[in-house]
């Protein structure tokens, strides 16, 4: 089915999806990368479809067709701040594929067997190719079959599920049918004998309940997990539709596929490391929900919350001379970003300094500050990392935290006994001043209290924070 | 209780260590208040003054030391004062009791308390009655006004139709509350001012009130104010050279210097030489602060006003607090109010004498026939200590071992991974009747997840979204999967790679484009 060609056609394409990755260290290169990967993607596609290997050329390219136009929607109508619902969607479009054609691999396994019985003749090129096995190959092949169906079918419900939880469609808070992890260990336990008796001989009804069996659990792990844990979720879903990549490519011996999904799949994992890490909790005890419990009583916060209007905050920001703004996820829901960028014009304007802080961990993606604060054209190079600003704050005279709260909770440093204790936050309470917009009084996604709303030097500016920002916006010109 | 104040015996001393305003606010405590006659006059406050505020005017110093429980006077008690206390009763006055041990020792032998007010330690809560301070205060705005006086020109510059007018130069040596003081009103009356301070944690208060920090070129560790009390100590010679050479340089630039560097307990450092005297122009002022203990400046004689053979008047004055004593008698008297608050818990005219209190104990030189001096540090440190955030500076062969050690653990690592790594590929290549074909692909895979490792930690943090959107993209490759299969004659399997085409190009167009919308949003400002 490969001939030297697309093999050739297939190197190019794996080094051209490898420099697009590589490309992504800069926001210059990166727009460089990005072609790379179109260009890889297009040889890829080109290759097997003039080759030897495909047939239904036209149909497949027309459906590529109908697929590009449903694409092409997508993607120039998405809001930025919708960016982690769309990521998680396409994730289960992946996925979904994968389990389709480890069904067709079983399926062609199964017809190429009754074939050979009947001394029939094949055709189809894959069939030709498995007709070509020896039985311990066919067996390595349903392994890798099994594997890819599985793990694409737990990415298709778990990335439908996270998809529901970004968009507001599901509750994002944690939850779990009764059971809890003991449902999705039988679920396991229960993947496991079905791939053993499939492995045996056992028919292709028990693909069908293995694949029942990961969609179950696909959709009962995301559902345990809250909304905070989001960035690692669907970094942990982009991974898996590698993963899956990964394994069809094995059952159907395409090296490309096991390239790419194998990279795909590195970099997912990689991405939620980052993530947990940033958040400092084990992989694990996201992936199994809800914060783990401290030793002890939590510190009981003293204090109140003192309001301000935005006479208060604009007058503190004509004082200014330095300004730290920390965007979160309340920016994102409120779509604020475009009076945060307008603030950030004016107040620079008049030479006062201002800049970004972002928490690799704010927002409901990786990176996603960052996207939305480039969309509302706020120059890169004034958006720093936690690590790059937070020496910098008690230098600073007024920090703006917009919408976020457990990356700037000082408990995760003052109290052991926190859920977030050893978090690493942004210090902007060493600021001269904080000001806080937030929506009402509650307390954030992890259901902590935040000691910064009750800080001396923290007045808290409620309200919505596009129409806060908006009032501000008047009285600052 | 009684509260009684003599008159200072100290020739030329015009304070009184009570006033009649202060004197109500006692009678409010509980107190009875006593008053020398004529102990207030030089400071402007009359005998009738006092009266009229309900003190009891009495003749003789002996009826007030005989009289009064509690006796509140300035200048450090002389022999014959020390000789008329008795058990019981309670001095509050200057003492200097480091340079005064022989007066510690009568004040001890006599069974009376003495408070000495320059031992008030330098704590928030005691700064009200910190005298030292009110006085340099006093001091510091004073020896402006003396140097104005001795300076035969506008402090401030104008433009007038009878000419030009530069500004009066004046430095500040030493900002402390003098120095900060004379800092304060010489701006005020409109000079440029410098002001220079071994502590260089206290440039932003010389800047805050309007002069210029004279830095040095000097590195060396800074010392922490907060070890000496926010007192300075005795420098390096390096640094003192470096300061001399400073001075040396803007000395010919200065019409004023004043000079306020004292060291607690130690003569005053010679900060201002006779060759930088030398170097200013004639009719240029010197005030000399620290004259009391020897001054900073060479030529300084103290009580004295001299004029150098170049025309420099060098002021030694030692009395400038004196020499505005209605304002220094009312601060004083103010202080000694407070400290009898302090020692007046329950507001009823007696005195308990808490040797527990911080301030209290402090201040104590001499109690029930011991002396107390020096005291114990105060359990609170008056200036918060500086945080201290320079890391140890390595050796270099620490530097170097150090980095032989992080090497070796990476070595050790990686060796590591990789032997765990081969061990897997060795164990799957075992796996009875594995085909070679598997492990060609096989290894491609691991080969793949390597490169994945080495290319995915380089990306910028910023860039996740777009990373995120670009694997999404390019896991779409399962396309090629479904383009494989659809070539069959089963229907089922032509339907189910359809919907793979399908939807891997949704993905595929999808991904690529928002990634493209994403990263063409970023711009560098």
């Known amino acids: ?477 | 209780m009684k509260i009684g104040t003599p008159k200072e015996i100290e020739a030329g001393e015009a304070r009184v260590a009570m006033t009649p305003d202060s004197a109500r606010a006692l009678q409010k405590l509980g107190y009875d208040c006593m008053i020398e006659s004529g102990a207030g006059v030089a400071a402007g406050f009359a005998d009738a003054l006092y009266a009229e505020a309900g003190v009891e005017v009495v003749d003789s110093a002996e009826a007030l030391w005989s009289g009064a429980d509690i006796i509140a006077k300035v200048r450090e008690p002389q022999d014959s004062e020390l000789a008329r206390l008795a058990t019981g009763k309670t001095l509050i006055s200057f003492f200097n009791p480091g340079g005064n041990a022989e007066g510690l020792e009568k004040a001890r032998a006599s069974g009376a308390n003495v408070i000495a007010m320059e031992m008030v330690p330098r704590i928030s809560r005691a700064q009200k009655m910190d005298a030292l301070s009110s006085m340099a205060n006093i001091a510091g705005y004073r020896a402006v006004i003396e140097a104005g006086n001795n300076y035969g020109r506008f402090f401030t510059g104008q433009i007038t139709a009878a000419g030009k007018v530069p500004p009066a130069k004046v430095l500040v040596v030493g900002a402390g509350v003098a120095g900060l003081a004379a800092i304060g009103t010489s701006t005020s009356l409109g000079a440029i001012t410098y002001a220079f301070d071994v502590r260089p944690e206290v440039a932003e208060q010389v800047e805050s009130m309007g002069a210029e920090f004279v830095y040095l070129d000097f590195e060396e560790e800074t010392q922490d104010g907060a070890a000496t009390g926010g007192y300075a100590s005795v420098q390096s010679e390096e640094f003192r050279n470096a300061q001399l050479a400073k001075f040396r340089e803007i000395a010919p630039d200065m019409d004023i210097v004043i000079t306020t560097a004292l060291i607690p307990n130690r003569p005053a450092p010679k900060l201002w030489l006779e060759d930088m005297v030398a170097a200013m122009k004639p009719g240029s002022v010197i005030v000399d602060l620290a004259a009391q203990q020897g001054g900073n400046v060479e030529g300084t004689v103290k009580d004295e006003k001299v004029v150098t053979d170049n025309g420099v008047t060098i002021i030694g004055y030692t009395d400038f607090a004196s020499r505005m004593a209605a304002q220094s008698s009312t601060l004083y008297a103010t202080n000694i109010r407070h400290m009898m608050t302090d020692l007046t818990p329950e507001k009823d005219g007696q005195v308990v004498h808490n040797m527990d209190d911080d301030v209290i104990r402090g201040a104590t030189v001499a109690y029930q026939g011991e002396i107390t001096f020096p005291p114990p540090p105060p359990k609170v440190q008056a200036i918060a200590a500086q945080k201290k955030e320079k890391p140890k500076e390595l050796t270099p062969e620490e530097k170097r071992a150090r980095e032989v050690a992080a090497f070796k653990a990476e070595t050790r690592s990686q060796v590591t991974l990789i032997a765990i790594g081969a061990a897997l590929l060795l164990a799957v290549s075992l796996i009875p009747g594995m085909p070679a074909s598997f492990m060609q692909h096989f290894i491609v895979f691991v080969l793949s997840v390597f490169i994945g490792f080495q290319v995915i930690w380089n990306v910028a943090h910023s860039l996740h979204t777009p990373l995120m959107a670009v694997t999404n993209a390019i896991s779409s490759i399962i396309i090629l999967g479904a383009l494989i299969q659809i070539g069959s004659s089963n229907g089922l399997i032509i339907f189910l790679s359809a919907a793979g085409v399908l939807m891997a190009s949704i993905n595929i167009f999808g991904g690529f484009l928002v990634t493209r919308r994403m990263l063409a949003m970023f711009q560098k400002s």
């Not at chain 1, 080094?15 to 260009?39: D, P, T």
């Not at chain 1, 539709?241 to 590195?266: C, H």
């Open chain 1, 1 to 477: 089915m490969e001939n030297a060609f697309t093999i050739a056609a297939y190197v190019v394409a794996a080094i051209l999806f490898i420099l697009s990755l590589g490309g992504l260290s800069g926001q210059e290169s990166a727009k460089r990368a990005v072609w790379y990967g179109i260009v890889g993607m297009a040889i890829a596609v080109l290759a097997t479809l003039i080759g030897p290997g495909a047939g239904l050329s036209g149909a497949s390219i027309v459906l590529i067709a109908l697929g590009a136009a449903v694409g092409y929607q997508l993607a120039t109508k998405v809001q930025m701040t919708q960016m982690p619902e769309l990521v998680a969607i396409m994730h289960s479009l992946v996925g979904l594929a994968a389990v389709f054609v480890g069904f067709n691999a079983d399926l062609t396994i199964n017809m190429v067997s009754a074939a050979k019985e009947a001394g029939d003749a094949l055709d189809g090129t894959f069939a030709l190719l498995v007709a070509k096995k020896t039985p311990v190959e066919i067996g390595i092949l349903r392994v890798e079959l099994v594997l890819g169906v599985w793990i694409g079918a737990v990415t298709f419900t778990g990335s439908v599920i996270a998809y529901g939880k970004l968009a507001g469609k599901v509750n994002s808070a944690a939850k779990q049918l009764p059971g809890g992890h003991m449902l999705n260990a039988a679920a396991a336990a229960l993947s496991v004998v079905l791939m053993i008796a499939y492995l045996g001989g056992a028919g292709s009804w028990t693909l069908l309940l293995l694949t029942a069996a990961a969609l179950f659990i696909g959709y009962h792990l995301i559902m345990g997990i809250g909304g905070a844990d989001m960035p690692v979720v669907v970094s942990m879903l982009n991974s898996y539709s590698g993963w899956a990549a990964a394994a069809i490519g094995f059952s159907l011996g395409n090296d490309l596929l096991i390239v790419v999904g194998a990279l795909v799949g590195s970099s997912g994992a990689i991405l939620s490391y980052i993530m947990c890490k940033a958040m400092n909790r084990a992989f694990v005890s996201v992936i199994l929900g809800g914060f783990g419990g401290g030793g002890g009583e939590q510190m009981a916060v003293e204090g109140e919350q003192i309001a301000i209007d935005a006479d208060g905050v604009a007058s503190a920001l004509e004082e200014a001379d330095s300004i730290i703004i920390i965007p979160g996820y309340g920016m994102a829901v409120a779509q604020a970003q475009q009076n945060v960028a307008e603030l950030t014009r004016r107040l620079r304007a008049r030479g006062k300094e201002v800049r970004f802080a972002i928490h690799p961990v704010a927002g409901r993606l990786p990176g996603h500050m960052n996207v939305l604060l480039a969309e509302a054209k706020v120059p890169y190079d004034i958006v720093l990392e936690m690590d790059e600003i937070n020496e910098d704050f008690p230098d600073t005279d007024v920090a703006i935290v917009i919408g976020s709260n457990d990356i700037v909770n000082p408990a995760a440093q003052d109290d052991p006994n926190s859920p977030i204790a050893g978090m690493p936050v942004l210090e902007c309470w060493k600021a001269k001043q904080v000001f806080v917009s937030k929506r009402g009084k509650g307390t954030g996604y992890s259901g902590i209290e935040n000691p910064l709303f009750f800080k001396d030097n923290t007045r808290m500016f409620y309200g919505d924070a596009k129409a806060s920002l908006g009032e501000l916006l008047n009285r600052i010109s």
